[in-house]
């Protein structure tokens, strides 16, 4: 009888591998035929998902939480290393007249796009190497999210289908997002551009459609050009912590009347410009803890990714990058 248990046991454990193989083996077919009624040609699908398979490392990496929540301090310190700061300076640089001339194209200054570049792959260092049709398939048929991945999916194979990348194999990340700018297709349809008008939009080794695409982005998103995107401050413990947060935007006059000060505690100073652009108060760790006053940019760089520990990192290593003071 244990002998028994014990092969059964071993049976059942044995059957989860070969059943997603199969059961993912049933999906695709299933998904040729949406794919086919959105106007996809047949051989063209035959062609693009011929290798697809299923990635139980992407569904492992899905899965896995943070064992704890880092503090801001410890997340700036990983993503605003000295080495990252100094390489972002030295690929301003490099790259100068080509940045300029992006950042007159599109409004965005050329540290943004710089400091957006070096903490999505550290300056195209890292990339991810998922097959993307593969892991989007993954993911797609794994459930969680099947909606939205397979829209994504759809949106890989639109970009191979028209030859917009230059290759019939798309790189990435093992949640889908590809490049050196690290697009999702979604995104990559929405705001890669070709750079340097060779007919292609390759954010995977063209550096000016690189640069050009995360300019496109923030600018389509609202990028303002005259104001920056915050800068420490020292806040008064007379504000309340019901007046943090970036959606708790009011003029920067009134903040000055408030008590609000740079960090080293001199006063702020308005635009030169004279006008009163809105700004709002942002503590990542909590109130008593570093704290920003964010500018509307501040919320385009929170479009590109939903985390105040990112949104600020970028922030701060752009004005890094440029040799900017608080």
Request: no cysteine.
């Amino acid at each position: 009888m244990r002998r028994l248990l014990l092969t059964a046991a071993f049976l059942v454990s044995a059957i989860p591998a070969h059943a997603d193989e199969y059961g993912f083996a049933q999906w695709l077919y299933g998904f040729k035929q949406r794919a086919a009624y959105q106007g996809f040609d047949q051989s063209f699908l035959n062609r693009a998902l011929t290798g697809t398979e299923y990635l139980p490392r992407v569904i492992e990496l899905d899965g896995k939480q943070p064992e704890h929540k880092i503090t801001f301090k410890q997340y700036k310190k990983n993503i605003l290393t000295d080495q990252r700061i100094r390489e972002g300076r030295e690929k301003l640089s490099q790259h100068y007249n080509i940045l300029s001339q992006v950042s007159e194209a599109y409004g965005v200054p050329p540290q943004y796009i710089v400091a957006l570049w070096g903490i999505e792959t550290n300056y195209g260092k890292i990339t991810g190497g998922f097959d993307i049709v593969s892991a989007l398939a993954t993911l797609a048929y794994e459930g969680r999210r099947a909606q939205f991945f397979e829209k994504e999916l759809v949106g890989a194979l639109r970009i191979l289908e028209g030859g917009h990348a230059g290759t019939d194999k798309l790189t990435g990340s093992w949640a889908g997002a590809m490049g050196q700018s690290q697009f999702m297709p979604s995104s990559y349809h929405k705001y890669a551009v070709d750079g340097n008008g060779d007919g292609m939009v390759d954010i995977w080794n063209s550096l000016p459609d690189v640069f050009a695409s995360i300019a496109n982005y923030l600018r389509t998103e609202g990028w303002n050009k005259d104001v920056r995107w915050g800068r420490a401050v020292k806040v008064p413990v007379s504000i309340p912590e019901a007046a943090y947060g970036r959606e708790n935007m009011r003029p920067l006059s009134e903040w000055m009347r408030r008590g609000v000060k740079q960090a080293d505690g001199s006063p702020l100073h308005m635009p030169s410009d004279g006008k009163d652009p809105k700004a709002a108060l942002v503590a990542p760790d909590g109130i008593g803890t570093p704290t920003f006053l964010v500018y509307e940019n501040f919320n385009i760089i929170m479009h590109w990714n939903r985390s105040t520990y990112f949104a600020t990192s970028v922030g701060l290593l752009a004005d890094a990058i440029a040799h900017r003071p608080d």
